[in-house]
C-alpha cells in the first residue's frame, strides 16, 4: 500500500511510531498529484516542491530531537481557494480576483500551521463558492475519482476530489447551503459543517455571511475531527466566532450507542430519493440500531420551504458582499472603460461567471424597494421555522439521520442548463444551514454503479461531540473504507 492511501489515523500512527517520516508521507502524496492532477483538476495552484519537502524534513528534525509537536505535525493539508494564504493567492476560482495574494492567513490557516499540518496548494471551485458541481470555475470543471464523467459535488468539489483520491490527507472546504457534506458525500469521504461560530470566519472570503462556514474533510472521522479542533475557538478578529470551549472529536470506538436517540425524516427517504441512496441510509440506521441506539421516524415540518429560503436569503447576502468586486479597489480592472460606472459594469460583466451574475441578480431583486417584504423577509420568517423545527426535534433526538444527497454523483453537463434541478441536490443539506447547526457526511456504501453514497448526520448546535461519536460507532461497524479509488489518466476526455 501506498502511504497517500492511507487514512488519517494511520498515517499519524505511522508518523509517531517511526514506520515513515513526513518527507516520505509529503513525497507519496506529491507523486500522487503529479500522477493524477491532469485528470481532476482538484488544484488550482501547488506550492512549491521543494519548500513542501523541506517544511517536512524540519517536522522530521524536531521530531527526532524529541520536540513536541502540533497534533496535525507532518499530514499534507489541501486548503480551498475561497480561505486567505498569504504568499499563496486566492482567487475564488473567478477571473476577477487574478492575481490576488491575500496580505494575511485566515484564522483558520494560521491555526494550521501552529498545529504543525504541511499545506499542499489550493483547490479548485465553484466560482465564490456558488455552485453544487464545480463545473462554476474559471479554471474549469473538477472531476469525480470515482467516475471522471461525473461531479465531485460543489462548490468544495476540488478538496473533496484531493482527498478522495490521495492528494491529500486532509482539506478545509466551506460549508453555505452544503459545499463540503455534499462533495464529501459524492466523493466518498467524511465532510463536517461545524455550528455555526465554531470556526472563525475570518480571511473566508465571505459569499452569504450568515451561513458561511470553513469545513474539514478527511477518509475517515477521526481526521475531520482532529483538524476541526484544531481550527476551531474564539477569534478576536471574527465577532460571530463563539467563545465555547474547543472540545476532543476522536477517540476510539466502544461499539455502543446505547441511550442514543436517532431521528429520520420521513421526507428524506420518500418521493424524489434514489431507491439506493434509500436503501443504504436505512441500512445505516439499522448498523445504529444494532448498536444500541433508539431509531424512530420524525417530521420536519417546514422542510420542503428549506430550498427556496436558503436560494432567497443566500443570494440576497452575495448581491451584498459581492458589491466590493468593482474593478477599482483590487482584484481585475476591465481595460477601455470611461469613467467610474462603466469601469464597474465591464469589470464586473467581463469577469464574473454566469452563476455568480444569476445569484447577484436574484439576490438584488428579492432585496429591492416592493419586493423585500415578499421575498426576503419571508424567506427569513421561514428560515425561523425550520430552526424552530430542529429545536422540537432535538428535545426528542440526539441525531438526525437523513441522505446528503437525493442521489449519488450526477454527470458533467447533466444540470447545467437546469439552476433549478442543481439547487435541489442540495435538498438535505441546506437546513442545516439556515438553523447553525452542526452536521457530518460519510459514506454508507456505494451504488450499483459504483459510485459512493453519502449519509448525513446532524446534531443539534455545539453538539459535535455527539455527532461524531455517532459517526465513529458507525464508521467501525459498518466495515472498511471505501478507499483510495483508481483514476484513469483521461482528463479532458473522459
Known amino acids: 500500500m501506498e502511504l497517500y492511501e492511507l487514512t488519517f489515523s494511520e498515517t499519524r500512527r505511522g508518523l509517531k511510531d517511526g514506520t515513515f517520516s ?38 522530521d528534525a524536531a521530531r527526532t530531537r524529541g520536540e513536541r509537536l502540533g497534533p496535525l505535525a507532518g499530514i499534507p493539508v489541501a486548503v480551498k481557494d475561497n480561505i486567505s494564504t498569504r ?37 479548485n471551485l465553484d466560482e465564490f463558492a456558488m455552485g453544487s458541481s464545480n463545473e462554476n470555475s474559471a479554471y474549469g470543471p473538477v472531476r469525480n475519482p470515482w467516475d ?16 478522495a483520491a490521495g492528494e491529500a490527507v486532509l482539506a478545509l472546504g466551506t460549508d453555505t447551503g452544503g459545499s463540503v457534506r455534499q462533495p464529501a458525500g459524492f466523493c466518498g469521504i467524511v465532510g463536517v459543517k461545524p455550528s455555526y461560530g465554531r470556526v472563525s470566519r475570518y480571511g473566508l472570503v465571505a459569499f452569504a455571511s450568515s451561513f458561511d462556514q470553513i ?26 466566532a463563539s467563545d465555547a470551549d474547543v472540545l476532543e472529536y476522536t477517540g476510539s470506538a466502544a461499539g455502543d450507542l446505547s441511550g442514543v436517540r436517532v431521528g429520520i425524516p420521513k421526507e428524506s427517504i420518500g418521493e424524489g430519493v434514489d431507491p439506493e441512496v434509500a436503501e443504504a441510509v436505512l441500512a445505516a440506521a439499522d448498523v445504529m440500531r444494532s448498536l444500541g ?55 464586473r460583466s467581463e469577469d464574473f461567471g454566469a452563476e455568480v451574475k444569476r445569484r447577484i441578480m436574484l439576490g438584488t431583486y428579492a432585496l429591492a424597494s416592493g419586493y423585500y417584504d415578499d421575498y426576503y423577509l419571508r424567506a427569513q420568517r421561514v428560515r425561523t421555522l425550520i430552526a424552530n423545527d430542529f429545536a422540537s426535534a432535538f428535545e426528542r ?56 453514497v453519502g449519509l448525513q448526520i446532524t446534531a443539534n448546535r455545539f453538539m459535535e461531540p455527539m455527532m461524531f461519536r455517532v459517526a465513529r460507532e458507525y464508521e467501525a461497524a459498518s466495515g472498511p473504507h471505501l478507499g483510495v479509488p483508481e483514476v484513469e489518466r483521461t482528463g479532458r476526455d473522459a
Open 22 to 59: 513526513a518527507r516520505d508521507l509529503v513525497e507519496s502524496v506529491l507523486r500522487r498529484n503529479e500522477g493524477v492532477e491532469h485528470s481532476l483538476s482538484a488544484f488550482i495552484r501547488v506550492r512549491d516542491r521543494q519548500d513542501i519537502l523541506a517544511e517536512a524534513g524540519e517536522i
Open 87 to 123: 504568499g499563496l493567492g486566492t482567487t475564488c476560482a473567478s477571473r476577477i480576483l487574478a492575481g490576488y495574494d491575500p496580505p494575511y492567513d485566515a484564522t483558520a490557516v494560521e491555526r494550521l500551521g501552529r498545529a504543525g499540518a504541511i499545506t499542499v496548494g489550493k483547490t
Open 148 to 163: 471522471l464523467g461525473r461531479v465531485p459535488g460543489g462548490s468544495s468539489g476540488g478538496s473533496a476530489a484531493a482527498v
Open 215 to 240: 469545513g474539514t474533510m478527511s477518509r475517515d472521522v477521526d481526521g475531520a475531527g482532529e483538524l476541526l479542533a484544531a481550527i476551531s475557538g474564539a477569534d478576536p478578529r471574527d465577532a460571530t
Open 293 to 347: 441506539a433508539d431509531v424512530d421516524e420524525l417530521k420536519l415540518e417546514h422542510s420542503e420551504y428549506a430550498v427556496a429560503s436558503y436560494y432567497l436569503v443566500a443570494n440576497a447576502e452575495a448581491s451584498s458582499n459581492l458589491a466590493r468586486y468593482d474593478g477599482v479597489s483590487y482584484g481585475h480592472r476591465a481595460l477601455g472603460a470611461d469613467g467610474l460606472d462603466e469601469i464597474v459594469v465591464k469589470t
Open 397 to 452: 433526538f440526539d441525531v438526525i439521520v437523513t441522505p446528503t444527497s437525493p442521489t449519488p454523483a450526477f454527470r458533467l453537463g447533466e444540470h447545467i442548463d437546469d439552476p433549478l434541478a442543481m439547487y435541489l441536490s442540495d435538498i438535505f443539506t441546506v437546513p442545516a444551514n439556515l438553523a447553525g447547526i452542526a452536521a457530518l457526511s460519510m459514506p454508507c456504501g456505494l451504488s450499483s454503479t459504483g459510485l459512493p
